[in-house]
């Protein structure tokens, strides 16, 4: 039902896009409940046992966080457009079909991985089953579902950003759905040779997520600084085509770092690492420049006695403020000390990489999309300016920590493995086991699993003020 304040040009779309927002955040929190069922399994191998299988639990856990991002993207998108172009999106009554044919899929698709866990060992497997490929297991029915919704959405853009007003934001976001649908395409077929299909697998990982999906954050980024502060465009957008420059320039050199192992040449090794590390700069950038720019406004309205402006909305604002610094640390310095060959000929497939895709994934996307399901609370109920709560201040305070302190223990967890599997016992399977059961490693998976318990709780809070904002009277409407 269409909140009253959703009225006029662009309604339907945000309405949409409330739509995929809400869907997003209830496979958000399946994502966090997976994965805390996963990390107890860790500790105690016996919990469900015959009833949810360990690679179920964290099959579930990864893909939901994939799908409810992307969720949330497709939200985020069709609630800017309106803005952005000033007209209501083409082709919105197609939209709304699109979406419920995804959220179906969706649903079948994880009472499959529930009902069934594991199928025979043929064809039937990879088609109604799972691929068995990390991050990109649906399957392979509802790939081509996914890839008919995807051109579905880029069709829409398209068509709305021709037809309307085009601005920097919209002409950037035009461009990187075309990669954004296009690279999926790369993990789409299967090989029989592991090093071709993991060369591919990666263009998928690398290029989709970690090139196409900063250039989107970028893209909203732009978008939200101006709404929330009113960020001079021109500022903006100038570091969006930096970041556009940057992140397919460096996101296809860095996907080198991920080439290790699979028989390319040695010189991929330190160039991937490089670039790898210079993808989150532009957009770090972006918020530092529009923010200095915001506070000498801000003196200077003061010198001469005149209103100064405020933040319009602080709970999304602070979610995009993580959102940088959140993707410098965890993309950029998390992903950079492990990915030099020098350091990931012991790294790779420690807890090293889990520390570093947990800080990754939420600092340069959950951030951000958190952000932009506020702007959309905020704009669904008319709120002028929309302050934090105890319940908003409890979620960003409990999920961040949370985050953090997972992410402190898996790098606790893989130094050890690096220290005692790797290095000293050279990479065997004694190796392997003497590492597993280190006081060490025992203990910071046992830490994983408190700090997973305080970012679900934090989870609880997020959803009760997403929820209850309209009616809140601490709001200024």
């Not at 107890?40 to 009833?51: A, D, N, S």
């Not at 856990?61 to 497709?74: G, Q």
């Not at 037809?163 to 649908?181: N, P, S």
């Amino acid at each position: 039902m269409a909140s009253k304040y959703l009225t006029g040009v662009g309604s339907e779309s945000k309405q949409l896009a409330t739509w995929y927002f809400t869907f997003a955040a209830i496979l958000f929190g399946a994502q966090l409940l997976f994965g805390l069922i996963a990390a107890i399994q860790y500790v105690m191998p016996g919990f469900l046992y015959g009833i949810l299988d360990f690679s179920i639990a964290r099959i579930i856990h990864i893909n939901a966080l994939v799908v409810w991002m992307v969720f949330a993207m497709f939200g985020s998108v069709y609630w800017l457009l309106p803005d952005e172009t000033g007209i209501e999106t083409v082709g919105i009554k197609i939209g709304k079909l699109l979406f419920w044919i995804f959220a179906a899929a969706i649903v079948v698709v994880v009472l499959v991985y529930l009902l069934i866990q594991v199928g025979p060992a043929d064809e039937t497997t990879i088609w109604f089953i799972t691929e068995g490929r990390e991050y990109i297991e649906a399957p392979r029915w509802a790939d081509w579902g996914i890839v008919v919704v995807a051109l579905g959405f880029v069709a829409n853009l398209f068509l709305t950003g021709i037809k309307g007003k085009q601005t920097g934001i919209v002409t950037v976001l035009m461009a990187d759905m075309i990669a954004f649908a296009g690279l999926y395409l790369a993990g789409m077929f299967f090989t029989d040779n592991i090093s071709v299909d993991q060369y591919w697998w990666w263009w998928v990982i690398h290029l989709w997520v970690e090139a196409t999906w900063e250039v989107f954050v970028g893209a909203i980024a732009a978008y939200g600084l101006i709404k929330m502060i009113g960020a001079h465009r021109q500022v903006v957008e100038m570091w969006l085509w930096i970041e556009v420059a940057m992140l397919f320039g460096s996101g296809i050199l860095g996907l080198g770092h991920h080439y290790f192992w699979i028989g390319t040449p040695e010189y991929w090794w330190e160039i991937g690492a490089l670039f790898s590390a210079l993808e989150p700069l532009p957009l770090v950038a972006m918020f530092i420049h529009v923010l200095y720019d915001w506070g000498k406004t801000q003196g200077a309205q003061e010198e001469k006695g005149s209103t100064v402006s405020v933040v319009n909305n602080k709970p999304a604002f602070t979610w995009f403020v993580l959102n940088a610094f959140g993707n410098f640390l965890g993309a950029g310095i998390w992903g950079f000390f492990h990915t030099l060959p020098q350091v990931n000929l012991y790294t790779h497939g420690t807890q090293f990489t889990s520390a570093h895709g947990h800080l990754a994934f939420f600092g340069a996307y959950a951030t951000i999309l958190i952000g932009m399901m506020y702007i959309a609370v905020q704009g669904t109920n008319g709120i002028k300016i929309m302050k934090h709560t105890k319940a908003s201040l409890w979620g960003v305070s409990m999920i961040v920590s949370g985050v953090v302190g997972m992410t402190v223990a898996l790098t606790i967890a893989g130094y050890v493995q690096v220290l005692v599997s790797r290095a000293q016992m050279g990479a065997t399977w004694a190796g392997y086991f003497d590492g597993q059961s280190g006081m060490w490693f025992s203990q910071a998976m046992d830490w994983r699993l408190v700090m997973g318990v305080v970012t679900f709780l934090g989870f609880i809070f997020l959803a009760k003020d997403l929820l209850t904002t309209g009616k809140n009277p601490v709001h200024e409407r």
